[in-house]
């Protein structure tokens, strides 16, 4: 898995894990590819109708990448988690100078906590049981 100690289980597995308690299927490095670019998406989830696509950023140097990712995943939306409040104003500055559509459901950048809330805020469906990440294919279920 890509990224370090502060990406992957830091920032990465409580959004994750929340959203499987909401009902999500998720899944990692989600391979995406559009015209002239590709990449991989740091957690992709699929929520009834909404496909939500993660990415944990550390500065905010690769946020128009994110941009592309989620348009070619053609995401409803797109959580960027941070882990500061001053990256997270970085970034969004970052979102707004990007050229280009945004998914219907926006694009979230904000720090761990922050992100969680409103993630459980905006989407109160029925917690279910936790699942186990399949060492092969990387989903959970």
Same mark, same amino acid.
């Given at each position: 898995?890509?990224?370090?100690?502060l990406?992957n289980?830091?920032?990465?597995d409580?959004?994750?894990d929340?959203?499987?308690?909401?009902? %999500? @299927?998720? +899944?990692?490095?989600?391979?995406? #590819?559009? *015209?002239?670019?590709a990449?991989?998406?740091d !957690?992709?989830?699929?929520l009834?109708q909404?496909?939500?696509?993660c990415e944990a950023?550390? %500065? @905010?140097d +690769?946020?128009?990448?994110?941009? #592309?990712k *989620?348009?070619?995943?053609?995401a409803?939306? !797109?959580?960027i988690?941070?882990p500061?409040?001053r990256?997270?104003?970085?970034?969004?500055r %970052?979102?707004?100078?990007?050229?280009?559509?945004?998914?219907v459901?926006?694009?979230?950048v904000l720090?761990?906590g922050?992100?969680?809330?409103?993630?459980?805020?905006?989407?109160?469906?029925?917690?279910?049981?936790k699942?186990n990440?399949?060492?092969t294919?990387g989903?959970?279920?």
């Amino acid at each position: 898995m890509r990224g370090g100690f502060l990406h992957n289980h830091i920032l990465l597995d409580p959004i994750e894990d929340l959203l499987m308690q909401l009902g %999500a @299927a998720t +899944r990692r490095e989600h391979y995406v #590819r559009s *015209a002239g670019s590709a990449g991989f998406i740091d !957690l992709t989830a699929t929520l009834g109708q909404h496909r939500i696509a993660c990415e944990a950023e550390l %500065a @905010a140097d +690769r946020v128009s990448s994110d941009l #592309r990712k *989620a348009q070619a995943w053609a995401a409803t939306l !797109l959580v960027i988690v941070v882990p500061t409040r001053r990256v997270a104003q970085s970034a969004q500055r %970052a979102v707004n100078a990007a050229p280009g559509t945004r998914p219907v459901g926006g694009v979230w950048v904000l720090p761990l906590g922050p992100a969680l809330t409103r993630l459980r805020d905006c989407f109160p469906f029925l917690p279910t049981s936790k699942g186990n990440r399949n060492k092969t294919t990387g989903w959970r279920s």
